[in-house]
């Protein structure tokens, strides 16, 4: 087993996602490289990363786990020594009871382009007019939360509105997660950039964890990726334009975070899973 790193470099990737997909995969492609030339070993892209239509998305837009889009990540994450959390849609099974369905999926990849895991949206965007559940079908919520290790560092994922649902974040810091990967397309409009904020920052804090959330920009959607540490403290972000940054986990901060406040120690309830 390799010895565990004082830290860890993380890059966001923040992208104008569309319905052009080989634009799509040249854009994701491009964070895997930039990350890898800055010495990062995870890349978290957005959510809907491999194609986006801001009037919705569903089974059109999908494309299995062996398509061109995570295909050519595959090969770009193995190729930089990169490992990668990303969003995209994937067809479901047919004979959907409504009709056909696509899933909103979390694909993490290993930097030698494996599949480490991978997590279907549990909470569907039915919120602010909108309705992903038109289109989409829901995760497993009694699945198990999805933890991976990326060079030493244990990693959960959750993906955009599932922010809004702090027994979701709690959950992957109960298995073990030190850091938050959270890639999304959070919709634009008025406060929601500064919920966004605000969110990260509850997340990380009451978790004693990182948070490393990657969002979509352009038409509809706020951008404003962000590491945040367990303090709550944005440490680097994009703006609301395409772009990517790099920052680093320090894993001695993180211990020290948990030893002053060690709410996970403490806490007396359990997240259990809601039936129905």
């Given at each position: 087993m390799s010895e565990r790193p004082d830290r860890v470099r993380v890059t966001l990737g923040q992208l104008?996602?569309?319905?052009?997909?080989?634009?799509?995969?040249?854009?994701?492609?491009?964070?895997?490289?930039?990350?890898?030339?800055?010495?990062?070993?995870?890349?978290?892209?957005?959510?809907?990363?491999?194609?986006?239509?801001?009037?919705?998305?569903?089974?059109?837009?999908?494309?299995?786990?062996?398509?061109?889009?995570?295909?050519?990540l595959r090969e770009s994450a193995a190729q930089h020594g990169v490992a990668v959390v990303v969003g995209t849609t994937v067809p479901t099974p047919e004979g959907e009871p409504h009709g056909p369905r696509a899933q909103n999926v979390v694909v993490v990849l290993g930097p030698d382009g494996g599949l480490l895991?991978?997590?279907?949206?549990?909470?569907?965007?039915?919120?602010?007019?909108?309705?992903?559940?038109?289109?989409?079908?829901?995760?497993?919520?009694?699945?198990?939360?999805?933890?991976?290790?990326?060079?030493?560092?244990?990693?959960?994922?959750?993906?955009?509105?599932?922010?809004?649902?702090?027994?979701?974040?709690?959950?992957?810091?109960?298995?073990?997660?030190?850091?938050?990967?959270?890639?999304?397309?959070?919709?634009?409009?008025?406060?929601?950039?500064?919920?966004?904020?605000?969110l990260l920052a509850a997340r990380a804090i009451e978790n004693t964890a990182f948070v490393a959330a990657a969002g979509q920009c352009g038409r509809g959607r706020t951008g404003r990726s962000c590491l945040v540490g367990p303090d709550g403290q944005v440490r680097v972000e994009v703006s609301a334009e395409p772009g990517t940054v790099t920052g680093e986990i320090d894993l001695a901060e993180l211990a020290e975070a948990r030893a002053r406040n060690p709410v996970l120690e403490l806490r007396r309830f359990d997240v259990v899973p809601r039936k129905g």
């Amino acid at each position: 087993m390799s010895e565990r790193p004082d830290r860890v470099r993380v890059t966001l990737g923040q992208l104008d996602v569309g319905r052009d997909r080989a634009a799509n995969v040249e854009a994701a492609c491009e964070v895997v490289r930039a990350a890898g030339e800055d010495g990062a070993r995870l890349a978290v892209l957005p959510e809907y990363a491999s194609c986006y239509d801001h009037r919705g998305v569903g089974v059109e837009h999908a494309e299995p786990l062996d398509g061109p889009f995570l295909t050519a990540l595959r090969e770009s994450a193995a190729q930089h020594g990169v490992a990668v959390v990303v969003g995209t849609t994937v067809p479901t099974p047919e004979g959907e009871p409504h009709g056909p369905r696509a899933q909103n999926v979390v694909v993490v990849l290993g930097p030698d382009g494996g599949l480490l895991g991978q997590y279907a949206k549990v909470h569907l965007y039915d919120a602010f007019g909108a309705r992903e559940s038109g289109r989409l079908r829901a995760g497993d919520p009694a699945a198990p939360p999805l933890v991976v290790d990326v060079a030493g560092l244990r990693v959960g994922v959750l993906t955009c509105y599932d922010l809004r649902f702090p027994e979701s974040a709690r959950r992957l810091a109960v298995a073990g997660a030190e850091l938050l990967a959270v890639p999304a397309a959070w919709a634009s409009g008025l406060g929601k950039a500064e919920q966004w904020r605000t969110l990260l920052a509850a997340r990380a804090i009451e978790n004693t964890a990182f948070v490393a959330a990657a969002g979509q920009c352009g038409r509809g959607r706020t951008g404003r990726s962000c590491l945040v540490g367990p303090d709550g403290q944005v440490r680097v972000e994009v703006s609301a334009e395409p772009g990517t940054v790099t920052g680093e986990i320090d894993l001695a901060e993180l211990a020290e975070a948990r030893a002053r406040n060690p709410v996970l120690e403490l806490r007396r309830f359990d997240v259990v899973p809601r039936k129905g």
